[in-house]
Each structure stands twice: as C-alpha cells, then as structure tokens.
C-alpha cells in the first residue's frame, strides 16, 4: 500500500517531469520562432532565444549611426497605417513532409512579386546560385502559401529587416520540410554587411554551437537598409527599387514593442501579402 509519503514524492516528481517537458516545448518555439534575427538581436528581442551572439548589436547601432535610411518612427512609437486593407481570403494550412523536388529550369530566369496591402514588392531570384530556395518558392507560391499571411516582424536597430513567410504569424511556422543553405559565399556579402535590397534566407543556426545548418523553411527577410549580419543566411533574391520604396514606407511607421508572448516587434504597418506569384522569364 503506498504511503502519504511516498504518493507526495510520486507526485512532486510527476510535476517535475511535466515542467521539464514545457521548457523543452518552449525551447524548440523559440528556436524557430527567433530565425535570422536571433544571432544580432537576441539579447534585445527575447533573452531566450536560441541564435544570438552576446554584444553584436551594440557595435551595430554604432556602425549604422550614420546610415542613409532611417524609419522616422521609433521601435516602439505607433505611427499611422500607410497600408491598405487586406484582400478577403484565408491563409493555407497544408504542409509536407519534405523538399519538392527541383523542377525550376535552372538557367532560367524568375522573378517573385509579393503583392501587399503596402505595395507591390517585386524580386529578381538568384536561380542558378540558390535553386533550391528558388525552386522550394516556386514550389510554395504556387500552392498559395503565402497568400494572406502577415508579415510578422520588423526591425528598426542594428540590423534593419522585415520579416515575412510564416502563415502562423508567431515566427514559429513554416512548410514542414528545410531546404540546404546556399550562397553563402555571395559576391554581395562583402564585409559582414547584408546589403539593402537583399533577399535571404531565415533559419536555425546557432553560430556559439555550429548547429542548425540547412533549417531553413519558408520564412524570409528583407532587407531595407545595410544590415551588419555574418554570411550564414542564403541570399536568394535582389528588391526592385519601386519594391524598396514600399519597403522604407513600411520601415518608416515602426514597429510595435516585443510581443510578450513571441517575442516579435510586430510593424505597426498592416503588411499582408495577398498574393505572392514566381515567375519565369
């Protein structure tokens, strides 16, 4: 017959095993959810996040002081919405369980167009340096993946990016298969300093470990302002100057403060994508 006693210490260590199990949970959120931005952001954004280098946006904000484009509204300032309403429509919930494989023509060229409720931003793919990222976008416009979805972060100091590509909103979705890092050696990189009009690549590297390689998924960044960041993420496309513009006009509303529950300065601009279409030219 098991004693009060026993039933106590039987029942402290269940509670302990289910505490152990939520903190692994919230680990592996956060590790998704804090992608690219985690490696500069980290120690700003959320003190958990996975991906973060300890000091590096400080030496950001210092190198970016002077930079050409800066958002008028401050991170946590809540300006007026330059953007429209978005279009009716919901937001695809189908994921697969591994990379399509690669049918894009790769000597081709394609190009994206992600038609927001800001603007239309259109994108000159780097097909033959990244085909399996452009075949993997190819792959997801095409089902309609990101139609509808938000984009969930924007960020106003040390690096300068918004962030896009997760149906979920919280930084945590994604397609349900990773695709290879590619690129990462792009003549563009030059100097630690992704360049604005770049398109790259979210995902789960942890440069402290060396861990988390080819995790990207379908989340993106793009990039409106020189943006000191080390050459881990896959540069797969390059912003029109009409799709910058709509980009600075996003930047130059803000962004909210962290979500305390994602961890997310989600921009104060209502930027959907209603339809995003890659095309081949």
């Not at 910058?244 to 803000?254: F, H, R, T, Y």
Request: glycine letters at 8%; aromatic letters at 6%.
């Amino acid at each position: 017959m098991v004693t009060q006693e026993q039933r106590k210490r039987q029942l402290a260590r269940e509670k302990f095993l289910r505490q152990q199990q939520r903190r692994t949970s919230a680990r592996r959120k956060a590790r998704m959810r804090n992608s690219v931005i985690a490696s500069v952001l980290g120690v700003i954004v959320i003190g958990s996040v996975a991906l973060y280098t300890t000091g590096a946006l400080k030496d950001d904000d210092k190198s970016n002081a002077s930079a050409d484009v800066t958002p008028s509204a401050s991170a946590t300032s809540k300006a007026p919405d330059p953007c429209a309403k978005p279009a009716a429509g919901k937001i695809k919930t189908a994921t697969w369980k591994k990379e399509p494989a690669v049918t894009i023509d790769k000597s081709a060229k394609y190009t994206m167009k992600l038609a927001t409720t800001c603007g239309d931003i259109d994108i000159a793919l780097k097909t033959s340096a990244a085909p399996h990222t452009v075949n993997s976008f190819d792959f997801l416009a095409g089902k309609g993946f990101f139609d509808h979805t938000k984009c969930h972060r924007l960020v106003t100091s040390g690096i300068y990016v918004l962030q896009c590509g997760d149906p979920t909103g919280t930084g945590s979705g994604g397609p349900g298969y990773t695709i290879p890092d590619e690129n990462l050696k792009d003549a563009s990189l030059k100097g630690g300093t992704y360049p604005a009009g770049t398109v790259a690549m979210a995902n789960t590297y942890d440069a402290s470990t060396g861990k988390g390689r080819n995790t990207g998924g379908s989340q993106f960044f793009l990039v409106y302002q020189d943006s000191q960041l080390p050459a881990n993420y896959t540069p797969f496309g390059t912003i029109s100057a009409s799709g910058l513009k709509v980009l600075k006009k996003i930047a130059a509303a803000g962004a909210a403060a962290a979500d305390p529950t994602t961890g997310n300065t989600a921009p104060n601009a209502t930027v959907v994508i209603n339809k995003a279409t890659v095309t081949k030219s």
